[in-house]
């Protein structure tokens, strides 16, 4: 891998129970409206970082943040 520079975390994935409340709570803390607006995932893209809300923790049944 000679010549590449770390990239650091992009994608966070958040499990959350209610996703209109997380996402209405994550537009007010971010400042910006989702990009992707679903009712099975709300994402957000700030200053290259992707944040995702998924409901109940998905099909992969996720119980804390997966970056």
């Given at each position: ?13 958040h499990?959350?129970?209610?996703l ?39 099909p ?8």
């Open positions: 891998m000679t010549g590449s520079s770390p990239q650091g975390i992009k994608t966070v994935l499990p959350v129970s209610d209109a409340k997380a996402k209405a709570v994550y537009a007010a803390l971010l400042g910006i409206a989702p990009q992707t607006d679903s009712p099975y995932y709300v994402g957000f893209e700030a200053e290259g970082q992707h944040i995702g809300l998924v409901p109940g923790g998905g992969q049944g996720m119980t804390s943040p997966v970056a």
